[in-house]
C-alpha cells in the first residue's frame, strides 16, 4: 500500500518538476539542460513527500503545497549537484549516472546548482490558493534552512573544520542533513496553517528522522552495493571524512538509526489525523538499501 502512496506522489511531483523547468527555447537552454539532467534523474523525493503529508495532516486537502514540495527538491538537488564538485566531496557518479559536472563540465554545473536555488524560491513565490502571510513565512523558513545557518553551514562544518568527536559531527548532519528535512515538514505545517505546537512536533519528527537517514548513508558508504546506491561505496574515506562509522562503530550507529526513527514515530504522536503514510516512510527509511 504505501509503495502505491509514495509512487502516486512521485508522479505529480515529477510532473510538476518537468514543468517548471522546461526548456524554454533560449541561448541558455544548456544550464537549463543540465539542471534537468539532475533533477529528473530519478531520486526518492522524500523532501517533498515529507512537505505534503504535514500539509495533509495539518487539515488541508488541496493541492497548493505542491508548488513549496517541488522547490524544496530542486533545493535538494542543487546541494547534491555542488556536494558532487570537486572542489567539495568530488564524485563523479550520482544515481547511477555520471555526476552533473562530469556530464556537463564544472561550470555548467555550479550554474546549473545556482539556478535550481534560485529558480526555487521563484516557484515558492508563485504559490496560490493561500494566505500570503503563510507563504511569505514558510519562504522565510525555508530560507534560513539553507543559508549559512543550515545548509551551506553544515557543509562549511564538512569541509573546513576537523570533526573530532560526537557532538560537532552531530551538529554538522543536524545543519547539512535535517536542515531540509526540517523545512519541508515545517512548511508543509505553516502552509496549512498548522499549530506552534504541531511546528515543534514537525520539528522534532525532521530532526530525529535526519539524523536516521544521515547515519544510515554513513553505513551504506561502508557496506552498501555501490549497484544499488549508484556511485561507489567508501566515498567518505576517499575524502578522509570523519562520519558517524568513523567515530562509533557500526554497532552503536545501528542502535543510533533505530533510537532516532523510534523518536521519529513518537513525534508523529501529537497529530489526531492518519499518520500511517508518514510511519510507513520513516521505516522504510531505516532499512533502505540506497
Do not use: W
Request: hydrophobic share 40%.
Amino acid at each position: 500500500m504505501i509503495d502505491g502512496i509514495l509512487e502516486e506522489y512521485r508522479i505529480k511531483i515529477e510532473s510538476r518538476l518537468d514543468m517548471f523547468n522546461a526548456l524554454p527555447g533560449q541561448p541558455y537552454d544548456p544550464v537549463i539542460d543540465a539542471a534537468r539532467y539532475s533533477l529528473l534523474n530519478g531520486g526518492k523525493r522524500i523532501r517533498p513527500i515529507i512537505l505534503l503529508e504535514f500539509y495533509r495532516l495539518c487539515g488541508a486537502d488541496d493541492d497548493c503545497a505542491y508548488n513549496f514540495a517541488c522547490a524544496v527538491e530542486m533545493v535538494h538537488t542543487y546541494s547534491l549537484i555542488h556536494d558532487d564538485l570537486p572542489c567539495m566531496d568530488d564524485d563523479d557518479m550520482r544515481r547511477g549516472k555520471p555526476s552533473c559536472h562530469i556530464r556537463y563540465g564544472e561550470g555548467m554545473a555550479l550554474l546549473a546548482g545556482d539556478d535550481l536555488l534560485t529558480e526555487a524560491f521563484a516557484v515558492c513565490a508563485k504559490t496560490l490558493g493561500l494566505p500570503q502571510e503563510r507563504v511569505v513565512k514558510a519562504i522565510s523558513y525555508l530560507a534560513s534552512a539553507v543559508g549559512s545557518s543550515g545548509m551551506i553551514g553544515g557543509q562549511v562544518i564538512d569541509t573546513s573544520v576537523s570533526v573530532e568527536n560526537e557532538q560537532m559531527l552531530f551538529r554538522m548532519y543536524s545543519l547539512k542533513t535535517c536542515a531540509l528535512i526540517r523545512a519541508a515538514a515545517v512548511c508543509g505545517v505553516i502552509l496549512a496553517g498548522g499549530s506552534d505546537e504541531q511546528l515543534k512536533s514537525a520539528e522534532n519528527y525532521a530532526e530525529n528522522l535526519g539524523l536516521a537517514f544521515q547515519i544510515i548513508d554513513d553505513l551504506l558508504d561502508v557496506d552498501g552495493n555501490s549497484e544499488v546506491i549508484g556511485k561507489p561505496v567508501g566515498s567518505d574515506d576517499k575524502n578522509g571524512k570523519n562520519t558517524a562509522v568513523r567515530l562509533l562503530g557500526e554497532s552503536r550507529c545501528r542502535a543510533l538509526a533505530n533510537q532516532y526513527t523510534e523518536n521519529a514515530l513518537l513525534a508523529l504522536n501529537s497529530f489526531d489525523g492518519n499518520t500511517e503514510t508518514l510511519k510507513a516512510l520513516t521505516e522504510l527509511l531505516l532499512i533502505r538499501e540506497k
